[in-house]
């Protein structure tokens, strides 16, 4: 994805020095065939047991790079009704849609109803019986699918680890049982599925199977019970490497999966967002000032924790890269900075690089919970997003303007 030119780092064909100059910093930079490949790399490792990849539009939910998944038969993962708008904007098939989260307000389930979507994982009795009264009131017979809490540990960080029993998430498997008797015998409901998400960024697959087999094993109660299911869905996909992770392969993923599956008939889904948007993106952003304090070295730069939140929030490792590239120049430990007031306001820690004020620097694997948890804080314009197709570019989310922070307030009458 990466490349050198005359010492000049360039994604695709296409020079980050150039993309800098043309569209300012910072900017998230994604790699279009990046995107592809990882797409294609988890539609591949299963094309033996053919998978339904339902991106979760919570990682990237920028509509140019749903429109390029969709173009390659995506289906989505969504949490609210604005990522359904999106993804019908971007030209997803409302058939290929799954709706996660665990509060569902009336006018989200009553858009999904009207989109005719694949299903709603349900993660509680309330919103059963929400979505049943709907159904009634207006018409619909929804299709949902019980996401159970299998009570596994993750071992990722604790605000990314969802399947412990005393995580918000999911259906304890006893409740999830008596759910799935009331959903039967309810005329306004259609049980197509059962699903679990136990947790983002895990690595390993050990927690994917155990999830999975309690998965399966309920199937097979329910199928005894008269009550057939038409798919199973394990949530999202596996985490990538950012550092030195050692993470599984795809390909591994998918035939300890299918082999753990070759007695069931139920499709499999998954959720994947980081793995196929993760490594194909990145943070331009340029070194605005140097200074030390204390013996240490700060790099001010000028992307910050509004833009990238996930060094401030899980204390997560981005590569950072100097995009000019010389090796004779005397290195130092740096720690990157943004200008917010905040001391948890920095992006990395520690990084021996040899910087200049004015130089430019890529914080690498921003593809994923990047732009989409970026905010205005200290009234911050959001950056600019640029899709670099082989030598092509093109600006798919213009930088905000200063106007766009206050357009929607009002000041008292005088
Ligand atoms: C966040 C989320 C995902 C995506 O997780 P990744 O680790 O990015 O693949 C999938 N499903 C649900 C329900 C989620 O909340």
């Not at 005359?6 to 150039?18: D, F, G, T, Y």
């Not at 990314?160 to 005329?187: R, V, W, Y």
């Not at 993106?281 to 140097?290: A, E, H, I, N, S």
């Not at 833009?307 to 990157?336: F, G, M, T």
Request: hydrophobic share 40%; aromatic share 8%; with cysteine.
């Amino acid at each position: 994805m990466f490349s050198r030119k005359a010492k000049r780092l360039h994604l695709e064909n296409v020079s980050l020095e150039k993309l800098a100059e043309i569209y300012g910093t910072p900017s998230f930079i994604y790699s279009e065939s990046k995107i592809i490949e990882n797409f294609l790399e988890i539609k591949n490792a299963f094309s033996s047991n053919p998978v339904e990849i339902c991106f979760s539009v919570k990682s990237n939910s920028n509509l140019a790079i749903l429109q390029v998944l969709a173009n390659q038969g995506a289906g989505f993962d969504i949490v609210s009704g604005g990522e359904l708008a999106r993804v019908l904007k971007a030209g997803g098939d409302p058939k290929k849609i799954v709706f996660s989260g665990v509060g569902k307000q009336k006018w989200e389930i009553l858009e999904a109803l009207k989109a005719n979507i694949l299903c709603f994982n349900v993660e509680s009795s309330s919103e059963l019986k929400k979505i049943s009264s709907l159904c009634q009131e207006y018409g619909y017979i929804a299709p949902i699918s019980f996401r159970v809490n299998p009570d596994i540990d993750p071992k990722t960080h604790p605000y990314i680890s969802t399947g412990l029993k005393e995580n918000k998430f999911g259906i304890p498997i006893n409740i999830a049982m008596e759910l799935c008797n009331d959903a039967h015998q309810d005329s306004n409901l259609r049980i197509v599925g059962l699903d679990c998400h136990i947790g983002s960024q895990i690595t390993e697959i050990e927690p994917f199977l155990s999830a999975l087999q309690i998965l399966i094993d309920l199937v097979g109660v329910l199928s005894k019970k008269g009550i057939t299911l038409s798919h199973i869905d394990i949530g999202g996909g596996i985490g990538i490497r950012y550092k030195n992770e050692s993470v599984i392969k795809w390909n591994t993923f998918a035939k300890k999966i299918s082999t753990l599956m070759r007695n069931t008939s139920q499709q499999l889904i998954l959720e994947p967002g980081r793995s196929i948007v993760g490594d194909a993106g990145l943070l331009l952003t340029r070194v605005d000032l140097l200074k030390k304090n204390g013996g240490k070295n700060f790099a001010v730069v000028d992307a910050a924790m509004n833009d990238l939140l996930r060094p401030a929030l899980y204390q997560s490792w981005h590569e950072v890269i100097a995009i000019r590239e010389d090796e004779n120049e005397n290195k130092a430990e740096w720690e990157i900075v943004g200008p917010i007031c905040e001391t948890g306001d920095f992006l990395a820690k520690g990084r021996l690089l040899a910087l200049n004020e004015g130089d430019l620097v890529a914080i690498l694997d921003c593809g994923a919970y990047g732009f989409c948890m970026s905010s205005n804080y200290n009234s911050r314009p959001r950056a600019a997003e640029i899709l670099v197709t082989k030598n092509k570019h093109l600006c798919i989310r213009k930088r905000e303007q200063v106007s766009d922070l206050f357009h929607l307030e009002t000041l008292k009458p005088s």
